[in-house]
């Protein structure tokens, strides 16, 4: 049975910046993904310290939100058949070091702070997520 779903992908600062987005691209439209919407922005630190709340207790809560809102990022709203996992899948471990070969944190990742990408973790923070940047 198909269960087609939305999710959010964050192509950081550190991907941008190398001018990586359209390699990026290319890897989830060639793994089934289609872009449903996407555009690139700069955000605030406080927007980014809303959009990482869930980390607010963290060590590394602040250098995460300052990073955020660093420089441009392309934020696209992705879908696919469980569309969720299968961005986790692809993006591939938080820390580049530790992610699978043909992911795209191994291919692009450079630290466990300056990853690459972002993805939505579950169905509900998908929601939220693609609400923050798309439907505000
Ligand atoms: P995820 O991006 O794989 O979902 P999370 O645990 O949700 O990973 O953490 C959000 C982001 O916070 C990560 O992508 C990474 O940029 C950063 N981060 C996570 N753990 C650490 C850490 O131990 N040190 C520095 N930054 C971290
Ligand atoms: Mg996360």
Redesign the pocket.
Known sequence: MSNIEQTLSII?PDAVERNLQDDIKKMFTDNGFSIKDEKKIQISKTEAEEF?K??QS???YN??CS?LSSGPIVVMKLEKDNAIIAN?KL?G???PLKADNGTIRKKYGIS????S???S?SVENAKIEIDFFFNS
């Open positions: 950081k990482y869930v980390h963290k060590p590394f250098d995460l990073y986790r993006m471990a938080t820390d466990i702070d300056k990853n990408v972002h993805g973790d």
